[in-house]
């Protein structure tokens, strides 16, 4: 069962910085497909509105999409995934429909043309709110305008990139609420 997830509370499933799935929606007359690739460089900027930053680049072919569109969904996948998004991200979308060879499936999004990916844990409906540091550092400033859990999923792993094609998955919760004395608003 999946519910609405607050597109505020992003944070908490993205601050740790697991490896995300990035969906776009092709337009061109001749390719109106969705396109999936694999992130690892990606950051929460700000809580309200709630911003995110993630490096997209000219070298990825969804990079054509979101300039075009503006819009992209961001699903964290868990460790029942892992090989996947490896390969995701190890080939590019050009004459293939990565959700067909992948065996993934789209949903429709609320808010953006682009797909959910129905088997992530949670999918956040992204708008590019600032192209600014596109040209230097490739990194889009998106905003979450939506965002959807898969409660049943909400306890499964999700993994992190070391940078050398290792990986981290999850481990235990540590809960430590009552030493966050500073912060007890964003613990509701
Ligand atoms: C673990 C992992 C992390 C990645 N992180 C990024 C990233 O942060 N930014 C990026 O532009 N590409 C990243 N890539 C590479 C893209 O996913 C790759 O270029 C992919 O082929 C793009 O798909 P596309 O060409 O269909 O758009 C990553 C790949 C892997 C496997």
């Not at 497909?33 to 911003?51: K, W």
């Not at 503006?70 to 996948?77: D, G």
């Not at 956040?124 to 999923?153: I, P, Q």
Request: charged share 25%.
């Amino acid at each position: 069962m999946v519910e609405d997830y607050p597109p505020e509370k992003a944070y908490r499933l993205l601050e740790p910085g697991p490896v995300v799935l990035l969906s776009t929606q092709g337009t061109s007359q001749d390719e109106q497909r969705p396109y999936l690739m694999t992130i690892g460089f990606h950051m929460v900027i700000q809580h309200d509105p709630p911003l995110l930053g993630a490096i997209i680049g000219p070298w990825d072919y969804s990079y054509a999409a979101l300039k075009k569109t503006k819009e992209c969904v961001l699903a964290i996948p868990t460790v029942d995934l892992i090989e996947k998004v490896v390969d995701i991200g190890n080939c590019s979308g050009e004459g293939i429909d990565k959700f067909d060879k992948f065996e993934l499936t789209p949903l429709k999004a609320s808010v953006v043309g682009a797909p959910l990916v129905k088997e992530c844990m949670a999918n956040f409906e992204c708008k590019v709110e600032d192209t600014k540091m596109v040209s230097k550092y490739n990194m889009w400033v998106l905003k979450v305008v939506r965002g959807w859990l898969d409660v049943e999923k909400r306890d499964w792993k999700a993994f992190h990139h070391r940078g050398d094609g290792t990986f981290v998955c999850d481990g235990d919760i540590v809960n430590l609420q009552e030493r966050m004395t500073k912060w007890k608003e964003y613990q509701g």
